[in-house]
């Protein structure tokens, strides 16, 4: 069973688009995050959420928009996509903040935009 | 803020050579510190973590040690393998911010036969 899924895989989309990305865990967490992994593999967490309640929101565009139906979902949605907008995208879902227990981390969703 | 250094990679060793990975961190509080280690192709999986100063933390051969007196929690493996070449990440958690997790760049090893 997979613990964090993420779908999907890969997303390839032109300028100007709208897309989402979708995240499901099955691990009974309270907390799920979205991180973005550059070409260099540096990461930086996006948006985190408790509880369907959004506790974290770094410096990110309001292009970004996190949704969280239930504490086993978290989407991300992105609008009016840009060539900078090109990385991998990771869910992870921890229960309790990220220094209680160990980040659990999707495949990622390869995103490309042309 | 709370940051992450890691020693730049590439590092390529021959198997069962020993292995060292530097990370160092700068803090306000008294976070937890972490080794994340991604395979190619799939997501980041906890290795090990240490919750306060003079802790190690162990797994599958590879080892790290909180040295507050450094800011420091290297990682180290005796005996590389082949299945050991991946990206591996130091991270630390501050509660002072807001207990996120916050990553160093990665440092990619490649362990050849």
């Known amino acids: 069973d997979t613990a964090v899924s993420q779908t999907p895989k890969y997303l390839v989309t032109q300028m100007g688009n709208d897309k989402s990305i979708k995240c499901e865990q099955n691990?009974?967490?309270?907390?799920m995050y979205w991180y973005k992994q550059d070409s260099k593999k540096f990461l930086k967490i996006m948006f985190s959420y408790n509880n369907k309640e959004l506790i974290i929101n770094e410096t990110v565009p309001n292009r970004f928009s996190p949704k969280s139906p239930d504490k086993a979902h978290l989407n991300l949605h992105i609008n009016s996509l840009e060539l900078g907008d090109s990385a991998v995208y990771f869910c992870?879902?921890?229960?309790?903040?990220?220094?209680?227990?160990?980040?659990?981390f999707g495949n990622g969703t390869r995103l490309t935009v042309t | 803020g709370d940051s992450v250094t890691q020693m730049e990679g590439p590092v390529t060793l021959s198997e069962e050579a020993f292995l060292t990975i530097n990370c160092t961190y700068t803090?306000?509080?008294?976070?937890?510190l972490f080794w994340y280690v991604q395979y190619p192709g799939e997501g980041l999986q906890l290795l090990l973590k240490a919750t306060k100063a003079d802790d190690k933390g162990s797994n599958k051969g590879f080892e790290a040690t909180y040295r507050k007196e450094t800011t420091s929690f290297h990682l180290e493996k005796g005996s590389v393998q082949v299945s050991d070449s991946a990206v591996y990440f130091c991270a630390l958690s501050d509660y002072n911010q807001g207990g996120k997790l916050i990553f160093g760049q990665g440092t990619e090893l490649s362990v050849k036969p």
């Open positions: 992870a879902s921890s229960q309790g903040g990220a220094g209680n227990s160990p980040l659990h």
């Open positions: 691990l009974g967490h309270d907390t």
């Open positions: 803090a306000t509080g008294y976070p937890s």
